[in-house]
């Protein structure tokens, strides 16, 4: 069974940094390409980030391009967002998901992780 | 940039009727256009891909049509369990942008 874990959300100070985590399991990690999106509270899906299956390839939003970084450890099945110079408007559920196989889609999401920016 | 628009914002229909939304996309995506469904407090599922593809265990009355910048997402006859809200995605590049969403409420 496919299954998407995230972990390391939390209450952070404008201008903190966090590092997101998604444990994975039940599939061949390092096959697929993988993504994040986030839900602000009460609005609609965005998507952040997406790392191919090699990390060969990296892509932002422009919302977030300079300040977080994806990365990926096919090692240890796992896929990280480092979120730096956090805005209040960074304040959302984080979801990790992976990619299909033929990359059309998203097949499988986590359950996600409340990240919330406030003084 | 590519914009997905959807429409009507809010579907307001009783149990048994057909629910019809609308999702546009700002330039063409070809067949690369999936569905999603949100219920409160959970993650997004995805319902169809490749704009007419259900995925695993989605039922039949979930239909999806459409190519190039005009798609449609059909539930035949409503479920109790389908009133929730419906995301489209794009994915003819790696920006895989949604839509802002269409809810679908009991009325």
């Known amino acids: 069974e496919v299954q998407l874990v995230e972990s390391g959300g939390g209450l952070v100070k404008p201008g903190g940094s966090l590092r997101l985590s998604c444990a994975a399991s039940g599939f061949t990690f390092s096959s697929y390409s993988m993504n994040w999106v986030r839900q602000a509270p009460g609005k609609g899906l965005e998507w952040v980030s997406s790392?191919?299956?090699?990390?060969?390839?990296?892509y932002y939003a422009d919302s977030v391009k300079g300040r977080f970084t994806i990365s990926r450890d096919n090692a240890k099945n796992s896929l990280y967002l480092q979120m730096n110079s956090l805005r209040a408007e960074d304040t959302a559920v984080y979801y990790c998901a992976r990619d299909s196989p033929g990359g059309s889609c998203y097949d499988y999401w986590g359950q996600g992780t409340l990240v919330t920016v406030s003084s | 940039e590519i914009v997905l628009t959807q429409s009507p914002a809010t579907l307001s229909l009783s149990p048994g009727e057909r629910a019809t939304l609308s999702c546009r996309a700002s330039?063409?995506?070809?067949?690369?256009l999936a569905w999603y469904q949100q219920k409160p407090g959970q993650a997004p599922r995805l319902l169809i891909y490749?704009?007419?593809n259900r995925a695993t265990g989605i039922p039949a009355r979930f239909s999806g049509s459409g190519s190039g910048t005009d798609f449609t997402l059909t539930i035949s006859s409503l479920e109790p369990e389908d009133f929730a809200v419906y995301y489209c995605?794009?994915?003819?590049?790696?920006?895989?942008?949604f839509g802002q969403g269409t809810k679908v409420e009991i009325k």
């Open positions: 995605q794009q994915r003819s590049n790696w920006r895989g942008a």
């Open positions: 490749d704009a007419s």
């Open positions: 790392i191919s299956s090699s990390s060969s390839y990296i």
């Open positions: 330039q063409s995506v070809s067949s690369y």
